[in-house]
């Protein structure tokens, strides 16, 4: 039996990596300038822009089979419910706007301010956008504070307007630019599937999703690796075996002619630049480099 799954496309600054990382994974996804419906090569999905920071309410609330957002604003929406917010994480895929790694939302003050530690901002007033994470850390620290949504550029709003921010970050370069100096971490987080209980428990629907956090995860496992394939004599192998960071091990393959065999392994791709020329000083021939879209672990 099939059927149609809707799933959430986070809109805003996760939407253009989300939506390459699809492509990766073998899905792709068409995103018009003013349409809220993006078409996905997939008659089964039906695909919808939320934003990120909603993205776990419309799930819960069964808007949405499923959706991507960050692991920050799954927190924010427990905290705003008081518990549980009725959602299951399927998948945890660290890719951000910049990058393939997580993201911070941490505590900041200005560079010259008294401020040294959390415990130091009682009484004091801080924006941010994820505000009942917010309130939630420092109540666990026993710090009374002020905290205000933030609707934006939140970076200039110290000292003036408040004492202190808390802010999503990958770099820090932001926060350095607006002379700001991070005390601590509120929340780490990274992009997560997730799903509600009822498409779950759907086993069409839970197939489909499973099938597809199995080929979004392939797809950032590969992010970064190629593939290499060379020719060495068996009199040399060793040394070249020695050479080679493997993800697991490499697959050696005889040939036609029994002194020669074939090497095929999977390595970081910053690496191949320094590899390549210390293969051949090796003995190693017909050194190929390929790119990588999945790898399935």
Request: with cysteine; glycine share 8%.
């Amino acid at each position: 039996m099939g059927g149609t799954l809707r799933l959430g496309i986070p809109k805003g600054s996760l939407q253009d990596a989300t939506i390459h990382l699809f492509a990766r994974a073998g899905f792709n996804i068409y995103a018009g300038p003013r349409s809220y419906f993006p078409s996905i090569d997939d008659p089964d999905i039906e695909c919808m822009l939320i934003r990120a920071q909603e993205m776990a309410r419309y799930v819960a609330d069964g808007v949405l089979d499923a959706g991507l957002t960050g692991l920050d604003w799954v927190a924010e929406h427990e905290a705003s419910t008081g518990g549980p917010c009725g959602v299951i994480a399927l998948a945890d895929l660290v890719y951000a706007k910049q990058s393939f790694g997580k993201v911070r939302w941490v505590l900041a003050v200005p560079e010259d301010s008294r401020y040294q530690t959390p415990q130091d901002l009682e009484g004091a007033t801080i924006a941010t956008e994820l505000v009942r994470a917010t309130e939630a850390y420092f109540t666990r620290l026993g710090v009374n504070v002020k905290v205000e949504f933030s609707w934006g550029a939140t970076e200039v709003k110290p000292p003036t307007l408040a004492d202190a921010i808390v802010e999503v970050t990958e770099t820090g370069s932001s926060l350095r630019a607006n002379r700001l100096r991070i005390i601590d971490t509120v929340v780490e987080s990274n992009t997560q599937l997730i799903a509600n209980a009822r498409a779950v428990a759907d086993s069409w629907k839970s197939t489909k999703l499973d099938n597809i956090a199995l080929l979004l995860k392939a797809a950032i496992e590969a992010h970064g690796r190629v593939g290499l394939m060379l020719n060495v004599r068996r009199a040399a192998l060793d040394q070249v075996l020695a050479l080679l960071p493997a993800l697991q091990r490499p697959t050696i393959s005889p040939l036609s002619d029994p002194e020669w065999v074939a090497v095929n392994t999977i390595i970081e791709e910053r690496l191949v630049r320094d590899l390549i020329p210390r293969l051949k000083g090796a003995n190693a021939q017909g050194i190929v480099e390929y790119p990588l879209n999945k790898i399935v672990m």
